[in-house]
Structure formats: C-alpha cells, structure tokens
C-alpha cells in the first residue's frame, strides 16, 4: 500500500519522513554518489517543500518504508526546471495541472531486484491515482537509465522531453507522462494491480497497553 502524505497529515508521518530522508542520503548520495545537500544523516533539499505531496510504500501502515516518491507543482521552481532544463528540446511543461515527480527510492535494504522492479509499478499507479485525485494531467520527471528503462515501459502513455545528458550511471533524460484513467488501469492490468494502491488518512500507531488486568491491548 502507499500512503500519500500531504500539508494536512504531514505532522502524522514525521518519522516515516525522517525515516524517507535517511534512506534517500544511503541511495542518492553514499552510493550513487551525488552531490546534492545533507543535513546530518538526512538528504533534504529545496524543493522538500511544505507544498511537496510525498507517497510512501509500505507492507503495513506501521512497518518500514520500502519505496518513496515526491510530488511537486510546476508553477515554482522545480528539479526539471533549475537542474535539467537542457533535457529538453522544448519548453519545458508547466502549469497548475502539470506536476513534476522526483526522487523515486527504494530502500536500500531491499535486494531482489523483481521485488524492486515490482515497487516500482506500484509507486507509478500511485503517482497515477494521486494525480488524478489532484486533477493533474502530467506528470513530469528526470530519471537515470536504469529507472528510465522501467518508467518507459510500465504500461502508462509516456514520452521522452529531449536528448539524454551524461554517459554511464550519470545517464539522466526527461520525460513527460499523460494522467489518464485508462493509463492507470493498463498500468495495473499489466503488473497484475487489482486494487487502488494509495491510502489518504492519518497515520495512527500507538504502542502496546497494559490492561488492569494485564492483558495487551492493541488499537
């Protein structure tokens, strides 16, 4: 399941979110290598921002965090726009109904890589069923080869923005995705999704108790 973590329930996920940060610092930055900023064991940057929509896989809604992916709006800067702008031939897209996905990690504990491969799709119906709750009808990215191979060819309508910049591992290209209903249902027929992925309440996880009698009661 993915839980989608917005301005109204932020304050509810603020472990899994510390939690996200760190595992985005070992991904990006003690493996990969890239020079983007830290704060302390955290990967955090500008545009982790309180307009930033966050979506979070999860087994369970109090279990580890095993994919992630942010969501931001077009309109102020954003990844593509600042860092990327020669990946594409035109204009880049923008506008209040074209959203930029980025920062798409798994964790780095997960080590099958069809386990993987499968959070991956999961993560696309979820940026697919987000952007349609939000009414969004783009969906905007720039990812490195080997995400890019996967993304391409996931089932949904997408297109690459322009010529691929770097060589190697460093490879990165852009590309523009069409939010459509019938976009998401191929996208779940094909990697065998029956039912919506995206969770939108409170996290709740209280702890164990102690009943008078010295039972445990859990909520």
């Known amino acids: 399941m993915i839980f989608l973590v917005n301005a109204e329930n ?24 890239w020079n983007v900023p830290v704060s302390g064991d ?26 992630s992916v942010r969501l931001l709006p077009t309109q102020r800067p954003h990844l593509m726009s600042e860092l990327f702008p020669l990946a594409c ?15 798409m990690c798994v964790a780095p504990g997960l080590r099958a ?6 959070l991956v799709w999961e993560m696309v119906c979820g940026v697919l ?22 993304v391409l060819h996931c089932g949904w309508e997408v297109r690459p923005l322009g010529p691929r910049l770097g060589a190697g591992e460093q490879e990165v290209a852009a590309a523009a995705a069409t939010v459509t209903a ?8 094909r990697h065998g999704i029956s039912i919506p992925a995206t969770r939108l309440h409170a996290r ?3 702890p164990a108790a102690t009943s008078a009698a010295g039972s445990i009661a859990t909520p």
């Open 204 to 206: 709740v996880c209280l």
């Open 113 to 118: 890589e069809r386990r993987a491969h499968a």
């Open 89 to 103: 031939l035109a204009a880049i897209p923008r506008g209040p109904t074209v959203w930029e996905a980025s920062r």
């Open 42 to 67: 955290q990967e955090i940057d500008r545009y982790d921002r309180d307009d930033t929509l966050y979506l979070l896989a999860k087994d369970a809604p109090c279990g580890p965090i095993l994919a």
């Open 10 to 33: 932020r304050s509810q996920f603020a472990a899994d979110l510390a939690a996200m940060h760190r595992q985005r610092k070992i991904v990006f930055v003690d493996r990969a290598g």
């Open 182 to 189: 019938a976009g998401l249902r191929a996208v779940r027929q």
């Open 129 to 150: 069923e987000t952007a349609l709750l939000y009414g969004i009808d783009q969906v905007v990215f720039a990812v490195n080869r080997a995400l890019l191979r996967l």
